[in-house]
């Protein structure tokens, strides 16, 4: 059995199955560990480069591969790695038209975490909220805000928040990872706790009532609502605070709307 340290990246993923494919090591005979858990031997095992295998054969794989394996490496779920050098095996030995047929378990699988990411990424774009912060300079102006991503998007994600707001300078703070833009360049920082982050500023007085006077209650439908906009993500939006009051007079209304 060999075990290999759980990468942390797409391209350390990338140099660990390089290696194995190399020394023609079977997915059945792979322990992915984590770090902590290895012993100091295995620890100072430096993954190789070469694409060559034992028997002097060049792997290729479909473009189709690595860019699943690019999406499937931002979700939360370390299994994800072991299910690529599964599919990447395949591909090299015998089933070069695996993603195609749709029916391997690996792949379903894969295909599923995609899914989730690609919903993590909706939501990220609709639920970051920005407040202004006070950094002591006068002449200019920042927001951060805060998010909870299911997945590790947060990286993925900043090009869509740099087209979007580029005159601004902002941080996404996250658990996971901070995204920071100053017009002009971005910088990507560890995690950090959630006390970080701004409670509030002074625009969102102006949010609250913005949202107040176009959400409809006499079109409201709950759980239409609640499926676009899961409670998880309440706790992280100004105007969630106002949803339960909105809701109630919705209610009211159409008990008003029968009784008439």
Not at 127 to 136: C, N, T
Request: glycine share 2%; aromatic share 10%.
């Amino acid at each position: 059995m060999k075990t290999v340290t759980l990468p942390e990246t797409l391209e350390a993923w990338r140099q660990t199955a390089r290696q194995l494919l190399k020394q023609e090591i079977d997915p059945v005979n792979v322990n992915w560990a984590p770090a902590s858990e290895l012993s100091l031997d295995f620890a100072q095992e430096a993954p190789e480069l070469d694409h060559q295998s034992a028997n002097g054969n060049r792997h290729k794989v479909p473009a189709e591969f690595l860019a699943m394996a690019k999406d499937v490496s931002c979700h939360r779920d370390n299994r994800k790695w072991s299910m690529l050098y599964r599919i990447l095996w395949k591909l090299t030995h015998g089933k070069p038209k695996l993603l195609k047929v749709g029916l391997d378990t690996d792949v379903v699988q894969c295909n599923q975490m995609i899914k989730a990411i690609h919903r993590d990424c909706h939501k990220m774009k609709a639920f970051v909220r920005f407040r202004e912060i006070d950094d002591g300079k006068e002449d200019t102006e920042n927001y951060a805000a805060w998010f909870e991503p299911e997945h590790l998007i947060v990286k993925r994600m900043a090009p869509f928040f740099i087209k979007r707001f580029a005159t601004m300078s902002w941080s996404i703070l996250t658990p996971d990872a901070c995204a920071h833009w100053d017009k002009r360049e971005l910088v990507m920082t560890q995690g950090v706790d959630k006390k970080m982050a701004p409670d509030s500023d002074d625009l969102e007085s102006l949010w609250l009532t913005y949202y107040r006077n176009i959400f409809n209650p006499a079109r409201l439908k709950e759980k239409a609502m609640q499926s676009e906009m899961p409670k998880k993500y309440w706790k992280n939006l100004p105007e969630a605070q106002l949803i339960p009051e909105l809701t109630e007079k919705g209610k009211r209304m159409d008990i008003r709307r029968n009784w008439n």
